[in-house]
C-alpha cells in the first residue's frame, strides 16, 4: 500500500524558518515525481514544486520559485518543503503527492497535508 | 502559464441527477488533464487522468471526455457521498503545472 506521511502542524512567527516532511511508503520512491501543493483557506490547489528523487531533478511554479526550497533524501525515502524566512501569507495547508511516474504527472497519491500557520 | 478556467463555481444537483461540469485550457493541453474530488477536511483524490481514463476504484458514473482545450467530467447519477469540490490539473506543459479554480457540487 502506498503511503505519503507528512509531518504535524507548525505554528511560527514570521521571519522563521520551517521544513516539513513527506516520508513514502510502499512503491520505489526514486521512480516517481513527489510535488507539493499549497492550499490556502477556502481555496483552490496550487502547484508550487516537484522533485524526482531518481535524479533530484526540481522544478518550480514560478510564483514559488525562490521561495520555498524542495529536496529529497532517497536514503530514507522522504521528501521536504522548506522556507528560509516565513511569512503571513505562507499560511496553509500543505500537501504532498505522488506522481504516476516519470512521464506520468497526474498525482496518484496524496499526503493527509501539514497545516502550517505563521502569526506573531 | 497555461489558465484553466472551471465552470460553474457552485452547482446544486438532487440525488439521481446527472452534473456536468468544465473545464478550459487557455491553450492546448492535448488529453493531459486530470481532475480530483476533495471532501471537506480531506485530501484531494485522484478520479481521472488522460482525460478520460478513471483511476482505480472510481466508480463507472464519473466520466471524462474532451481534448486540447474543452474538458468535461461528468457524474452521470449522482449520489450524496459525490458531495464535493471537483479540480482539474493540467500536466502537458510545465513547470508550472496548474488546477483550475474548482467547481463545488452541492446536493439538493
Known amino acids: 500500500e502506498v503511503q505519503l506521511v507528512q509531518s504535524g502542524a507548525e505554528v511560527k512567527k514570521p521571519g522563521e524558518s520551517l521544513k516539513i516532511s513527506c516520508k513514502a511508503s510502499g512503491y520505489r520512491f526514486t521512480d516517481h515525481w513527489i510535488g507539493w501543493v499549497r492550499q490556502m483557506p477556502g481555496k483552490g490547489l496550487e502547484w508550487m514544486g516537484t522533485i524526482y528523487p531518481g535524479d533530484s531533478d526540481t522544478r518550480y511554479s514560478p510564483s514559488f520559485e525562490g521561495q520555498v526550497t524542495v529536496s529529497a533524501d532517497k536514503s530514507i525515502n522522504t521528501a521536504y518543503l522548506q522556507w528560509r524566512t516565513l511569512k503571513a501569507s505562507d499560511s496553509a495547508m500543505y500537501y504532498c503527492?505522488?506522481?504516476?511516474?516519470?512521464?506520468?504527472?497526474?498525482?496518484?497519491?496524496w499526503g493527509q497535508g501539514t497545516l502550517v500557520t505563521v502569526s506573531s | 502559464e497555461i489558465v484553466m478556467t472551471q465552470s460553474p463555481a457552485t452547482v446544486s444537483v438532487s440525488p439521481g441527477e446527472r452534473v456536468t461540469l468544465s473545464c478550459r485550457a487557455s491553450?492546448?493541453?492535448?488529453?493531459?488533464l486530470a481532475w480530483y474530488q476533495q471532501k471537506p477536511g480531506q485530501a484531494p483524490r485522484l478520479l481521472m487522468y488522460?482525460?478520460?481514463t478513471r483511476a482505480t476504484g472510481v466508480p463507472a458514473r464519473f466520466n471524462g471526455s474532451g481534448s486540447g482545450t474543452e474538458f468535461t467530467l461528468t457524474i452521470s447519477s449522482l449520489q450524496s457521498a459525490d458531495s464535493a469540490v471537483y479540480y482539474c490539473?493540467?500536466?502537458?506543459?510545465?513547470?508550472?503545472?496548474?488546477f483550475g479554480g474548482g467547481t463545488k457540487v452541492e446536493i439538493k
Open positions: 503527492a505522488r506522481s504516476g511516474g516519470y512521464s506520468s504527472n497526474w498525482y496518484v497519491d
Open positions: 490539473q493540467q500536466y502537458n506543459n510545465w513547470p508550472p503545472m496548474t
Open positions: 488522460g482525460a478520460s
Open positions: 491553450q492546448s493541453v492535448s488529453s493531459t
